[in-house]
C-alpha cells in the first residue's frame, strides 16, 4: 500500500489540531478539539497538560476517521506548537502543576527587575525579549515566591515536551521552542548557564536540544492503538508554531514576511544566523541550526473582536458581524483605537499597556466601533512591521495566515495600510503543513524546506487600494503619536 499521507499536529492555545494532508500539499482532513482556560487570579493563565495530550490523541484519531485512509498510508505526524507555556513534572514523568501559559503575567515584577538591571544583556544573549511571557521569567517568579511544585520539581518542560514524553518516554526539546524559553542561546545553540543559575535549576531539569527533523520511533502501543496509527510511524518533533507558519505559507526566502493574526498575532522572517533589534522591538528565535526567524507578537488580534462582539451582545457569526464595518470608510470617522486589552508585546513591550478608544463622538455607531478596531489591530501590525524593518529591510513579499485571513474585509485593509500585495494560502492552516512539511524533509520523502513553495495551492494577491492607502498613511501617523503619547499613562 503507497504512503501519501502525512499529518500536521498543532498544538494551539485555543485547540489542537490535527490537519491531514496528501503530499502535494491539499489538505484532506481536519479535526479541532478546544482547550479549556483556567484563570485562577487576575494576570494568571493556566491549561492542563494532560487534558492537551489527551485531546492531541483524540484529535489524531478523528482526523483520520475523518479522512477514512487506511493507518498504513501514513507516512508521518509532524509537531507544531504554541510557544511560551511551562509545567513542573515530577520524576514520573506526572505533571504536579498546571502549564501556565504564555498569557499568563504573574512574573511582571521578575521581568520588570531584569529588564531594569541586565535587561540587555540577557536579550542579547538569548534574542528573547524580557517579557512575562517566557519561562525564564516565570521561574523566576515560581524561585522567588517559592512555589510549591517548582520546589518538588524533577524537570520543567512545555506541554509540546509534556505530550512527546507522554507518547515516547524520552524528554526532546526543538531549537525553536527551546529559543522560546528565553534560557537558550540561539548562537551557541545551548542553554544559557547564567540565567540557569538565576531560576536555580540546571540543565539535567531540562530536555535535549534537537533539530526540528528530529525523528522519534517507538510510540507507546496503547496510545498509538488508542490514536488508530501503527507502533512503528515516525513521528517528527517539528518546531514551534511561528516558524512554522512561515514555513507552511511560503515565506522562508529573504524579504518574504508572513502575518498570522488568530486570536494573538505576529509578523515573522525567516533569516539566516541570529539578529537582534538595538531597540529591543523584535525577537529571534532558532528554527535550524543556521537559520533564524525575526519578528515581533501581538497579544492583541482576534480575541479583542471576541471581546467588542461580546461586549455588544451581537449574536450573529462573526463573518457577518464584521461585514458591518463595511458600512464606514477608511478612519471610521475619526474613531482610533489602541488594541492593548491584554496588555503588549511587540511593539511597546509593556503588559500594563491598556486598551483605548480616542475621539468618540455622538455620531458613532456600533459599525465605527467594529471599523476601529479592525483598524487598530492592523496598525499595530504595521507598527511592529516598521521595527522589523529596520532589521531586515522592506518586505518584498507579504504572505498572511489565520483566521483573520478569512475577512475580505480585513485582507483588503491589510494591502491598503502595508501597501502592498497580500498574498494567502487556500488553506487556513500553514502551521500544521508546516509541521507535515518537516516531517517529509525529516523523511527523506522531499528534498528541501524551500521546496514547500510547489505545494501551497495559493490565492490570487489582494492588492492595494492607492487612494485608501493614502488616507491610511495619515491616519497612521496619529495613531503612532497616540501610541507614543499614551504610553506614560499605562
Known amino acids: 500500500m503507497s504512503k501519501e499521507y502525512v499529518i500536521g499536529l498543532d498544538i494551539g492555545t ?88 504564555w498569557s499568563d ?25 524580557i517579557h512575562p511571557m517566557t519561562p525564564f521569567t516565570k521561574l523566576l517568579w515560581m524561585k522567588e515566591t517559592e512555589y510549591d511544585p517548582y520546589k518538588r520539581a524533577t524537570y520543567f518542560m512545555s506541554i509540546k515536551e509534556y505530550v512527546l514524553q507522554s507518547w515516547f518516554n524520552v524528554r526532546v526539546i526543538d531549537y525553536s521552542m527551546a529559543s522560546a524559553t528565553g534560557l537558550f542561546n540561539p548562537a551557541k545553540l545551548n542553554w544559557e548557564d547564567e540565567l540557569l543559575e538565576m531560576t536555580g535549576i540546571n540543565k539535567e531539569q531540562l530536555s535535549e536540544i534537537v533539530p526540528p527533523t528530529h525523528i522519534l520511533h517507538g510510540i507507546n502501543k496503547d496510545i498509538a492503538e488508542e490514536m488508530g496509527i501503527t507502533p512503528d510511524l515516525p513521528i517528527v518533533v517539528g518546531a514551534a508554531d511561528g516558524q512554522l507558519s512561515n514555513l507552511g505559507i511560503g515565506a522562508i526566502l529573504p524579504g518574504e514576511v508572513a502575518v498570522s493574526v488568530g486570536t494573538s498575532g505576529a509578523i515573522r522572517q525567516l533569516t539566516k544566523g541570529v539578529k537582534t533589534s538595538d531597540s529591543k522591538e523584535t525577537f529571534c528565535y532558532s528554527f535550524t541550526e543556521d537559520t533564524s526567524i525575526i519578528g515581533g507578537p501581538t497579544n492583541n488580534g482576534g480575541i479583542v473582536l471576541q471581546w467588542l462582539k461580546d461586549l455588544l451582545n451581537d449574536q450573529r457569526s462573526f463573518g457577518t458581524f464584521l461585514s458591518d464595518a463595511e458600512q464606514v470608510a477608511p478612519g471610521a470617522e475619526g474613531l482610533l483605537f489602541l488594541p492593548y486589552l491584554n496588555g503588549e508585546r511587540a511593539p511597546i513591550w509593556n503588559q500594563h499597556a491598556k486598551g483605548n478608544f480616542y475621539g468618540i463622538a455622538i455620531t458613532h455607531k456600533k459599525e465605527h466601533f467594529i471599523r476601529a478596531a479592525l483598524e487598530g489591530i492592523t496598525f499595530n501590525l504595521y507598527q511592529i512591521g516598521k521595527a522589523l524593518e529596520k532589521l531586515a529591510g522592506e518586505p518584498q513579499k507579504i504572505y498572511v495566515n489565520g483566521g483573520l485571513a478569512r475577512s475580505p474585509l480585513w485582507l483588503q485593509m491589510m494591502a491598503d495600510i502595508f501597501e502592498a500585495k497580500i498574498y494567502v494560502s487556500e488553506s487556513h492552516h500553514s502551521a500544521a503543513w508546516g509541521a507535515a512539511w518537516t516531517a517529509l524533509v525529516a523523511l527523506e520523502k522531499v528534498n528541501s524546506f524551500e521546496g514547500i513553495k510547489q505545494n501551497i495551492p495559493m490565492a490570487d494577491p489582494v492588492v492595494p487600494n492607492e487612494e485608501q492607502s493614502k488616507i491610511y498613511k495619515e491616519i497612521y501617523d496619529k495613531y503612532e503619536k497616540l501610541s507614543r503619547d499614551m504610553s506614560k499613562y499605562f
Not at 105 to 129: C, F, K, M, W
Open 14 to 101: 485555543t485547540s489542537v489540531k490535527a490537519c491531514l494532508f496528501h503530499l502535494n500539499g491539499k489538505l484532506i482532513a481536519e479535526d479541532e478539539k478546544l482547550n479549556t482556560f483556567h484563570y485562577p487570579q487576575q494576570g494568571w493563565a493556566e491549561q492542563d497538560a494532560v487534558e492537551i495530550e489527551q485531546s492531541a490523541v483524540l484529535a489524531v484519531r478523528d482526523v483520520i476517521k475523518k479522512a477514512e485512509i487506511d493507518k498504513d498510508e501514513l507516512i508521518s505526524i509532524g509537531f507544531s506548537s504554541a510557544m511560551h507555556s511551562l509545567v513542573c513534572v515530577n520524576n514520573e514523568g506526572k505533571p504536579i502543576s498546571p502549564a501556565i501559559i
Open 105 to 129: 503575567g504573574r512574573s511582571s515584577s521578575q521581568a520588570e527587575s531584569v529588564l531594569n538591571t541586565i535587561g540587555n544583556r540577557v536579550y542579547a544573549a538569548t534574542g528573547t525579549p
